[in-house]
């Protein structure tokens, strides 16, 4: 009876320690989920051109290295501007392909100056720069003669953050997809005016 008595309380403790590395688990996920918030495409008004279909070129290819980091996004600038393109671009036509080329979707990294003064001293000041830039072009071509271009397009989008130094890596996370959703929001705006403009079906 003693041994069994043991062996329950061991168990017990088991199952105790186990709910708790679970509901640890869950908050930790939780709180990522809350910290890294659902990538959206809300401002892209869907603009249908006259092709048939819409090819991607991913014609950029990230240094993988300082000053670069796009690389470290949990989703590059390149693959959203994909997925935006085919969110917005809506093909309604015959014979003729739109294509789009990423010829850049960089984000450098760099390191700024400190204040001086004492302005420097009391305030949590920003120590760190990222300039982002995506870069696209289109191209209406035949399908049939894919090397004649009928038309062409760009569309450039820019924005820059500054983080502090000490910044958490869930705080790091969290201003990279900042910087990517806004990214999307320009490029969005950019396909609806140029693109639709340009290639747009009446």
Not at 33 to 57: C, G, H, S
Not at 65 to 76: E, Q, R, S, W, Y
Not at 89 to 96: L, N, Q, V
Not at 111 to 119: C, F, M, R, S
Request: charged residues 25%.
């Amino acid at each position: 009876m003693i041994v069994k008595f043991f062996a329950r309380r061991r168990f017990m403790a088991l199952v105790a320690a186990c709910g708790l590395v679970l509901t640890l688990a869950g908050c930790f996920s939780s709180e990522l989920r809350d910290e890294w918030p659902a990538f959206t495409y809300y401002t892209a008004q869907p603009v249908t051109v006259d092709a048939m279909r819409l090819d991607i070129v991913d014609a950029y290819r990230p240094p993988m290295g300082a000053p670069h980091v796009d690389h470290l996004f949990k989703i590059t600038p390149s693959r959203a501007a994909q997925g935006l393109a085919r969110h917005q671009i809506i093909p309604s036509g015959d014979g003729r392909v739109l294509r789009m080329i990423v010829e850049d979707a960089s984000v450098r990294r760099s390191t700024l100056p400190p204040k001086e003064g004492v302005a420097g001293l009391f305030s949590s000041q920003p120590e760190e720069k990222f300039d982002a830039r995506v870069a696209l072009r289109f191209e209406l071509v035949d399908e049939l003669a894919p090397d004649i271009i009928r038309g062409r397009a760009s569309v450039v989008a820019t924005r820059e953050r500054t983080l502090k130094g000490n910044a958490t890596l869930a705080e790091r996370e969290v201003a990279y997809h900042a910087i990517v959703q806004a990214l999307v929001d320009d490029l969005a705006q950019g396909i609806g005016t140029t693109v639709g403009g340009t290639f747009g079906k009446l």
